[in-house]
C-alpha cells in the first residue's frame, strides 16, 4: 500500500484545521508536520503549540518532521504535544543513535531523513532502530521545490537493505512529488509520499488531488507487470 502524507507546509494557514480534517476525510492515515528553526534551515515554521491545537482536532498520525539543531532539545517537547511520529536530520546531531533512544523512550516512533547530498550509508548503523526512513528529494527548508532525480538510487538503496535485513521500515520521501514523480519514486522502493503542493494547490479539491496522485502509482505499477 501506498500512502499519501500531506504537508501542511503548503496548507492554507488560515484554514489549517479545515484542511487537516479535509485529508482525513479523503482518506489519509497521517500528516506531515514541517518544524523548521531557522538555524539547521533557513525557514522558520511550526512548532509544538501547532502540533498541540491539531491534536484533538483529528484522528490522524501527527508526523514532525525536525529540521533544527540540535533535535534532542525539541524531541521532548514536540512528543508531549502529541506527535506520534518523530523524524530527525542525520546531519543536525552527531548522537544519533541518543536521539533515536530519546524517541523510542518516549513512546514515539522514530524516523531518520537524510539529505540530497548525504548518502544511505550514514544509516548503516541505525537502520535496524528505526520506522521510517526519510529520503529528502529537495534540499530541506521550503515546499514547492523541483524533485532531485538522483535521489532515485539512494531510495533503491535504502529499500534494498531494509529488504536483505527483513526489516519493519517504511521508505518515505519528500519533495517535489507530483503526478510525475509519485510514480517514479514508488517504482524506487518508496511507500510513504509527503506531498504539499500537490496536495493543496492546483484544480479540484483536496481529495481529488490525492486521489489522483494514487491512481499514477497505481498505473505505473500495472503498467510494470507487463
Do not use: Y
Not at 537524510?114 to 526512513?133: C, D, F, H, K, R
Not at 522502493?189 to 484544480?203: D, I, K, P, Q, R
Not at 483536496?206 to 497505481?218: D, G, N
Amino acid at each position: 500500500m501506498i500512502a499519501i502524507a500531506p504537508s501542511i507546509l503548503s496548507a492554507d494557514f488560515m484554514r489549517l484545521a479545515e484542511q487537516v480534517q479535509e485529508v482525513e476525510a479523503a482518506g489519509v492515515d497521517r500528516v506531515q508536520i514541517d518544524v523548521m528553526d531557522g538555524r539547521f534551515v533557513p525557514n522558520i515554521t511550526f512548532g509544538a503549540s501547532v502540533i498541540r491545537a491539531l491534536r484533538p482536532l483529528t484522528g490522524l498520525q501527527l508526523e514532525a518532521h525536525l529540521m533544527v539543531e540540535p533535535p534532542e532539545e525539541f524531541i521532548e517537547r514536540i512528543a508531549e504535544a502529541g506527535a506520534d511520529t518523530i523524524i530527525v536530520h542525520q546531519e543536525a546531531t552527531p548522537h544519533l543513535h541518543r536521539a533515536i533512544q530519546q524517541i523510542h523512550g518516549l513512546g514515539k516512533k522514530a524516523g531518520v531523513a537524510i539529505n540530497p547530498a548525504t548518502p544511505a550509508i550514514m544509516l548503516s548503523e541505525v537502520l535496524g532502530s528505526l520506522q521510517i526512513v526519510l529520503v529528502m528529494t529537495v534540499n530541506p527548508g521550503f515546499g514547492g521545490q523541483e524533485f532531485i532525480s538522483t535521489t532515485l538510487e539512494k531510495i533503491r538503496q535504502v529499500r534494498s537493505w531494509i529488504e536483505e535485513r527483513g526489516l519493519d521500515c517504511e521508505v518515505e520521501v519528500d519533495g517535489g512529488i507530483n503526478l510525475e514523480t509519485a510514480p517514479q519514486v514508488v517504482a524506487a522502493g518508496a511507500n510513504v509520499l509527503v506531498a504539499g503542493t500537490a496536495v493543496f494547490e492546483g484544480s479540484g479539491s483536496v481529495a481529488e488531488r490525492i486521489q489522483m496522485l494514487h491512481a499514477a502509482c497505481l498505473a505505473k505499477r500495472c503498467e510494470s507487470r507487463f
